[in-house]
């Protein structure tokens, strides 16, 4: 504890400066993702989406083995590697003539994100043993990652508009992260085996089967909000509403009322507890609703606004159940587990929405903001259902007072 009160002024900035990167990191050259088809004429707009949604593939099983790495590597070293592997295969995915090696360096993209991602959460828990402080780290931390996505999507819609291949220099960011977590994160040493646990010799306790139901959630909530990274250009595109720059305004913009939603929500969740889910959701339902129908750049920017302000609400509060469901030492392979899983939301989103659209379909983009919309709303009231089955106060609490 007293490292930890040490570095504690440059430690919060130094996770924070991760989150910038992780959640949206995928679809950071979304805005290219019509030049990126039109480059390579002989792939589908199924096959140019895996641009976007492989490295999210990849972050489940990396995401997993890098928390059980935790129990051998120091939490810093590893960090510091995943970011070097975001860094070199972030930017290397401008620099190839092949849509199969594209593939390739977004792949290996992704394994350097699977590190990271659950590693930026699960600094937190460690670091913030009281619960409102968790809600307002992980608000912080939601706000961060709206503001990577304000960035990035800012800068890669720019960049875009000039080539598809310099969108994909917006990764190099990470070389301020690195440099952050190098010189202020102190070591987090490898955590301690139970049987040199204090009492550890005793039953060791299986993992909590509802952590994945509480994983499909955040997969579906994850799901819903990834679509209009996926879909939002290629919608403009065939509607006549926009351009690859004024489509990286949009999902850039979205983000400013997400942040606002991050800052909030600490206060949100005081007063409306298990309820803040399905608010959050009806909000992000409505933005949907909003962009499925508009014919003008004004209201899809409305309908984007929207929708920003209810992904904010509706995706820090999934982490602030596992203390609920897993003991403190089960924590970063349960936070592991839900980050993964919820990144696989991002792959799922197309094919998921491709279950009830025909893409031959006149106005299908349209039908695809509908289905994301209903299926958020019921998600939403889905968790509050859960959340009723588990305990009120943090696992945590009742082991200690055992």
Known sequence: MEETKKYSKMLIPSILSVSVLTIMAPTAVSPALAAIRDAFPHISETQAKLVLTLPTLIMMPIGLFSARLTAKIDKKKLLLTGMILFLVFGVAGGFVNDFRLLLLMRLFFGIGLGIMTPLSTSLIFDFAPDTNKRSKLLGLQGSFNQLGGLLFMSLSGVLASISWRYSFLCYAFVVISIVLTALFMPSIPPLASPKNVAGGAG??????????????FAMMIFACYFVINTDLALFMDVEGIGNAKECGYALSLMRIPAIIAGVLLAWIMRNLKDWTMPFATVIMAAGYVIIACSHSYGVLMAGCLVVGLGGGFALPPISLFLPRIVTPRQRTLGVAIIMSVA??????????????????MDGSGRMRFIVCAVTSVIIGFLVVAFAHTLPKKPLENCISTK
Do not use: C, R
């Open 343 to 360: 990144q696989v939301g991002q792959f799922v989103s197309p094919l998921y929405t491709d279950l009830f659209v025909d893409n031959s």
């Open 203 to 216: 039953k060791k306790t299986g993992m909590n089967k509802k952590i994945f139901v509480l994983a499909f």
